[in-house]
């Protein structure tokens, strides 16, 4: 295989324009970045087709192993033994970590891994470093991404006979904007260009509308609208959606996600089978890690076993004198995963209400990804939708990449004469973006489940009189308050013309476009006059880089409340 | 919730300035170009889903309103059409106008199409909304009872004994 040319050194950020730019001779094939499995699909002319390795594999192992010369992939190299992966030498989950700051809990539960994750608690990037020869090497979750998509567009394109440029990704529904660009700043890296981003859910919703489209001339009911509710799993992260689907158009519903996954639930089997090993392990020396990794390993055959058996031995030596010795059963798993299984039922009843659809007017239930062949998590599924089975046609590890690498065709231009190919995906914002206002709330403009592309504005005026300025400060999630958000940038309003507190008009309004790429505008109007008192201002959003709690932080310490504004209702109340 | 309280307090804006007029020449031309098109603007103002601030385009004139598409128009509809008739006029537009389906220069022209249709689509694929869109246009049209299809026959009855501009106002209060 070739020396792979990835420019880990370049700052060059996929600019949003090009997406947008030129028209796409080729095919762009699909990708599905797992937490901890990968895999790649193409449009080969009459359906979708997993791509397979030089060793004959659909799935690839996500990590990346750095060694002295080269670090290589878990595409092209293959570890004897899953304890190699452990050994500290090589970083995976970077699903799990990219774009999180040090404060996050999930970049804290990654501190179990056996590399390092170090945190400074203060709202910047954590210090990720692989063990090198005794030695901690820095690199950063963009890098081993990046690293690891170049192996799999060498793969792509030996498999495919053809340069390799265009990609749809399926990303987690919970991921914010800032980490959608982290992941295409990793593929520029990498020297791929995102044709689309898809949450996961909804590239099942896309493979689900073609097998429905296809199935029309079987049933009489045609045009039929189906609903669809499709439970997404895997290692890293969980997603909801709910998808209603006729003639080839899938309109999603609503969506809903969390970053939790397998990986809680390995990490809270391993806390159980030895409650202090966080402590144990803390210090990262070469026995601990080789320890970690056995009880890493051990924990996940338990896990999968379990899928199938109900109860079973462990049996493990850690060296150090610590040995584990347990017989692990069904309701003790499910019992230390109860707060996993409540946030997913959680997951779905909300996604249900969002998407203003009764259990009963679900047509087919659909649970896809790793973790959807543990029991429990078929069994909550069933139970919340009052069903009392799954859909059947679709490969629940395949699901969501067969959905990418279709969209790829589709956003390629491809024309299909058997009309396989005449899919359309109506997509809605998985999280509500809006500003800081009313003190430190958050007030969503564009509130999560609007179908795209959008335009939404909301009012807001000033809480001082003779105010003069306005800092606009961005942020996405769903938290009541902004700190629980996240923070996409901000912008001053300078210019407002005096005025007591309440006049003026300040007007902010945000933009979802054709490919989009998320704007805020702000404009100001004083009464008493039809033309806006400033030159509108329009910023593209993300604008913050790194340092988000941090920048923050900043922000509220140097201008506290003094260019707040309110929305216009909490006036009223006033 | 937030969305349509907010807009609620946009109504009740104490600012004696018409809303309407003032949004329009806020920003240009982005706001411009999205509200010239009178069939957005009473799409929009229609869509309660959307809330924010859209509502102030209730407020112009009733003859502007009329002329302007209605929504079962920009669906290409009849004002009688079934829920399901609804639904497949969006798919069918949305095949047509999606971004995602069209040419690329042509990308910005669909998204503004698409957002219209979409917003009539979530008007009168609720029937709370189109029973409130339809007593909307039928004041202004103020077309007789009787002769209405189906759905805006149980409008017309439901606003039977508010006329005029009191009838606008009972349907604001009930709607948001």
């Known amino acids: ?574 | 919730m937030l969305a349509s309280s907010s807009s609620t307090s946009f109504l009740q804006h104490p600012l004696p300035l018409a809303l309407s007029s003032k949004h329009q020449p806020l920003a240009k031309p982005y706001f411009l170009r999205f509200r010239t098109h009178k069939t957005v603007a009473a799409a929009c103002s229609a869509a309660t889903e959307t809330g924010q601030a859209q509502r102030p385009h209730l407020n112009f004139p009733v003859d502007q309103m009329a002329s302007a598409a209605s929504l079962y128009e920009v669906l290409g509809i009849p004002m009688s059409a079934s829920c399901h008739e609804i639904k497949t006029a969006y798919r069918r537009l949305a095949r047509m106008c999606h971004p995602d389906v069209v040419a690329i220069n042509q990308k910005e022209a669909s998204a503004n199409d698409f957002k219209k249709i979409h917003a009539a689509y979530s008007t009168l694929s609720d029937p709370v909304k189109r029973a409130c869109y339809d007593r909307e246009i039928y004041g202004n049209q103020r077309r007789p009872y009787g002769s209405s299809p189906l759905s805006s026959a149980a409008a017309a009855a439901a606003m039977a004994g508010f006329p005029g501009r009191t009838r606008r106002n009972w349907e604001t209060d009930q709607c948001w």
């Open chain 1, 1 to 574: 295989m070739a020396e792979p040319a990835y420019t880990v050194a370049s700052d060059g950020e996929t600019t949003g324009e090009e997406k947008s730019s030129s028209a796409f001779p080729e095919i762009a094939i699909g990708i599905d970045i797992g937490t901890s499995q990968c895999s790649v699909a193409a449009w080969n002319g009459s359906q979708v087709e997993l791509l397979k390795n030089t060793r004959n594999q659909k799935m690839m192992r996500s990590y990346v192993t750095f060694k002295d010369d080269a670090p290589s992939g878990g595409v092209s190299n293959q570890h004897t033994h899953e304890l190699e992966m452990l050994s500290g030498a090589s970083i995976f989950n970077m699903k799990r970590l990219i774009g999180r700051v040090d404060t996050d809990p999930v970049v804290h539960a990654s501190k179990s891994l056996p590399f390092l994750v170090q945190t400074l608690d203060i709202g910047v990037r954590p210090f990720i470093a692989a063990l090198v020869n005794n030695v901690w090497r820095s690199t950063t979750p963009e890098e081993v991404l990046a690293i690891f998509l170049v192996e799999l567009r060498a793969m792509a394109e030996i498999a495919l006979k053809r340069p390799i440029r265009n990609v749809v990704l399926t990303i987690p529904v919970s991921f914010s904007r800032f980490q959608v660009t982290r992941i295409e700043r990793a593929c520029a890296m990498a020297g791929l260009h995102v044709l689309r981003l898809m949450p996961e859910p909804t590239a099942v919703a896309l493979l689900y509308a073609q097998q429905q489209q296809q199935t029309i001339h079987e049933n009489m009911g045609s045009g039929y609208e189906k609903i669809a509710l499709i439970f997404n799993m895997g290692a890293g992260y969980s997603d909801v959606a709910v998808s209603a689907t006729a003639g080839g158009v899938s309109q999603i519903k609503a969506l809903a996600g969390s970053a939790i996954g397998g990986e809680d639930m390995l990490q809270n089997m391993m806390r159980h089978l030895l409650p202090d090993s966080e402590i144990i392990f803390s210090n990262h020396g070469i026995n601990e890690i080789k320890s970690m990794g056995l009880l890493r390993v051990a924990t996940q055959d338990a896990i999968h076993k379990l899928s199938f058996e109900t109860s079973v031995q462990i049996d493990v030596d850690l060296g150090n004198g610590l040995k584990i010795c347990k017989v692990v059963n069904q309701e003790e798993f499910q019992e230390v995963n109860r707060e996993v299984f409540e946030k997913c039922e959680s997951l779905i009843i909300q996604c249900l209400r969002d998407a203003k659809i009764e259990p009963d007017d679900v047509t087919d239930i659909i649970a896809v990804g790793g973790c959807s062949f543990i029991p429990k998590i078929k069994n909550l599924i069933m139970t919340t939708c009052k069903r009392q089975e799954l859909y059947k046609g679709i490969n629940p590890m395949e699901a969501a990449v067969c959905g990418a690498a279709l969209e790829g065709a589709v956003a390629s231009g491809i024309n299909d004469p058997f009309g396989s190919l005449d899919l359309l995906t109506i997509q809605v914002t998985p999280l509500a973006i809006g500003i800081q206002a009313d003190g430190n709330n958050f007030v969503p403009i564009i509130p999560r489940n609007t179908t795209m592309p959008a335009r939404r504005e909301l009012a807001f005026t000033t809480v001082h009189d003779n105010q003069t300025e306005a800092l606009i400060v961005v942020y996405e999630g769903e938290g009541k308050k902004v700190e629980e958000n996240h923070l996409l940038g901000y912008f001053k309003l300078v210019g407002i013309p005096p005025a007591p507190k309440g006049v003026p008009d300040i007007n902010v309004c945000m933009d979802i476009d054709a490919s989009d790429v998320l704007r805020v505008l702000a404009g100001v109007v004083v009464p008493g006059s039809q033309q806006p008192a400033i030159p509108v201002m329009e910023v593209r959003m993300p604008t913050v880089d790194d340092g988000h709690g941090w920048c923050a932080e900043a922000l509220h310490r140097t201008f506290g409340s003094r260019l707040n504004l309110v929305t216009v209702q909490k006036k009223m109340q006033q």
